[in-house]
């Protein structure tokens, strides 16, 4: 098996977006996957309430359902602030065999560095700050 080098990983973010681990600067949405990041066309945001994910449809996470191997943590960046992902969501991804944690996209990215540099099969979905 070959060697397709280290994994892509989050080095800062801005209040719009994020640069990579190989000094990529990104201006929306991503997905971190088996060491390679996406460009995610994430679904508006809810304007009120406490989800922001509360009314998007499962077609946002198909690329899940295509890779392998599967993941078996993703980690979601909601954001500047904690928000919870809902119960739909969860369900998702727990029928195709992955667990799901959430926190601020500040911390979600940062965790997500330590546990890929460790060799831990784990995804990110990340939403800028703003």
């Known amino acids: ?38 460009l995610w066309n994430a679904p508006p945001r809810a304007q009120s309430g406490y989800s922001p994910m509360k009314d998007w449809d499962l077609g946002a996470f198909k690329i899940f359902e295509l890779v392998s191997p599967r993941p078996e943590l993703i980690m979601f960046g909601t954001g500047k602030d904690f928000a919870p992902v809902p119960e739909h969501i969860r369900q998702y991804f727990f029928k ?35």
Do not use: C, W
Request: no cysteine; aromatic share 6%.
């Open 96 to 130: 195709l065999g992955v667990q799901v944690d959430q926190m601020n996209s500040k911390h979600a990215a940062a965790t997500y560095n330590i546990l890929a540099e460790e060799g831990r099969r784990v995804a990110l979905a990340l939403l800028p700050l703003n």
């Open 1 to 38: 098996m070959f060697d397709r080098g280290p994994n892509v990983g989050i080095e800062v973010i801005m209040k719009k977006g994020f640069v990579l681990s190989n000094n990529v600067k990104v201006d929306q949405p991503l997905i971190l996957l088996n060491g390679s990041a996406f």
